[in-house]
């Protein structure tokens, strides 16, 4: 199971990014897909997440900025950030699973897979 998240950057406040989670290994339609984030010496966050009918649930902090999509085809999904502003700066994870329930999404800990994370800089 491989989970390669990329796209992260410099930008400046105000600006945009999308990152994008390719995978492998694993029926990727039968898997939910959630990204968080770690910033310096903060706790990791929820940043949002899609299931396989492809809802979408988002941390409120990032609600009305960051939209999620997954690619079928493609088995990767894609986070389009807008409004970028210097506290979204932090390591973004993908995470992958096929059992988590409603609850749940919102938890690291429901997820049994994970990416290398990419790092996101906004400058102010």
Known sequence: ????????????????????CATSGFTFTDHEIGWFRQAPGKEREFVAAINRSR?????????????????NAKNTVFLVMNNLAPEDTAVYYCAA???????????????????????VTVSS
């Open 97 to 119: 699973d096929d059992r988590i329930i409603v609850s749940s999404y919102y938890s690291d800990t429901a997820y049994d897979y994970w990416g290398q994370g990419t790092l």
């Open 55 to 71: 809802y979408t649930y988002y941390g409120d902090s990032v609600k009305g900025r960051f939209t999620l999509s997954r690619d």
């Open 1 to 20: 199971v491989q989970l390669q998240a990329s796209g992260g950057g410099v930008v400046q406040a105000g600006g945009s990014l999308r990152l994008s």
